[in-house]
């Protein structure tokens, strides 16, 4: 087994940033300057088309890290950020476009799409935990969460399904459709996020997915508005999730 | 315009506990021990069968008033603690008894009884809240909120529908079918509980109430489990919630 291999760093504000690769996929760990000698680690997948430094990702890093002492590692996802794009990738993208220019639904592009990325990305990600779980500060053994939303749903939740050292995750705004089966294995405690008028994701499929977890401890967050209107306050309710269940302390949240 | 009258005052761990009353109804109103001239006041409304000194409310109202500096004052709902019970009322208590002794379902029994006792405590808590507002630390014009779930629910829905002054509430808990008229006229902003896998009150009921309230800004919290599950960590996302709509500042919250 080896650990990542770092690239860059650099460090502001109480936390320190590192590029990395395992393999052949980039990712970044923010870690706090100093503090713990083990925290918990956070795993976040970032949104479909983003990549993982973009601004949702480091605003919610920051607030993990700096607030509750956590590492947090996200790496790129297949066709996305500094990875290649394939064929398959442009004609998804293309067809993704052209879907939302003309008016037609999205689901039945995203939907088979993430479905595809979740199959390679899965693996990917498991390595990237072994990897990072060499490392002394965070170490095997220790509590991992995960948090990722709309395809960082597509994606988490068949990681989650499969992966038993991941022990809390964040879900949501995601289609259902190809993601019941995964999960209904799932048995970690999981908060959930669905915006209660999206016009792109039908409000009963958000309440079926989220009636098929299987886990005891379940917590569904609707808020009123469309898509793109999920609350910013909700990032802030996954960090305090992430706390009650792997520990760490909030020292910075409102 | 009187102001309430006081009957009792103690102190402890920075809360000043006061017993009054308006009228005939007695309440108690909790304040920070020291600090700001003016500071939100927060209205809760108990439980069935309980009362306005109960656990759950001293609990919630110290976190309120030593966690983010409100104001809390509860008042006995009629028929309810220090208060007379009428023939009605014994016969309503004698029927949920019942009810609960041999499995019949409790919502034919509760949702009359508590709108009954809903158009007699609105004008109630009307009076206290100009009673209350004629004190010199919470003032006319300012802040106010409202918290009640189960019958704090019963009774807040109508409560909120009729009284501009309060600007934000948190309910949660009660079957829908006394409600949906007036939740379709509250405009502020609202976060609803409620338990997933409640087994008394059916999760669509609860779903389409949430649904019915006119606010734009409104958050469902869904968890996992039975009625009497309903998990402490809502109390602290009520208090989040009151302090980013009515002001003030989370100081001791986890």
Chains 1, 2 share one sequence.
């Not at 970032?46 to 949702?56: E, M």
């Amino acid at each position: 087994m080896n650990s990542p291999r770092f690239t860059a760093e650099s460090s502001s504000h109480g936390m320190v940033e590192r590029d990395f690769t395992v393999g052949e996929v980039p990712g970044v760990l923010w870690s706090p300057s100093s503090g713990a000698d083990r925290a918990p680690l956070v795993l976040m997948g970032h949104g479909g088309g983003a990549h993982k430094k973009h601004p949702a990702m480091t605003g919610r890093a920051r607030q993990l890290v700096t607030g509750c002492g956590f590492h947090v590692a996200v790496i790129d996802a297949p066709g996305h950020g500094d990875r290649p794009r394939s064929a398959q990738d442009e004609q998804a993208v293309a067809a993704l476009r052209e879907a939302q220019e003309t008016g037609e639904p999205e689901g039945p592009i995203v939907v088979p799409y993430n479905a595809r990325l979740a199959e390679l990305a899965v693996p990917e990600w498991q390595a990237t935990l072994d990897a990072l779980q060499e490392l002394p500060e965070i170490g095997a053994g220790g509590p991992v969460g995960y948090v990722g939303i709309a395809m960082g749903t597509a994606i988490g939740v068949p990681l989650v399904a499969a992966e038993p050292r991941i022990t809390a995750a964040v879900f949501g705004m995601m289609w259902p459709d190809a993601l019941f089966e995964q999960a209904g294995r799932i048995t970690v405690p999981i908060e959930f996020g669905m915006q209660w008028d999206n016009e792109r994701i039908p409000r009963e499929g958000s309440l079926a997915l989220f009636d098929a977890f299987a886990s005891k401890e379940k917590s569904l967050h609707a808020n009123a508005g469309k898509h793109f209107a999920f609350p910013r306050f909700e990032a802030d309710s996954a960090a305090r999730f992430l706390v009650r269940h792997l520990g760490g302390a909030v020292t910075a949240l409102v």
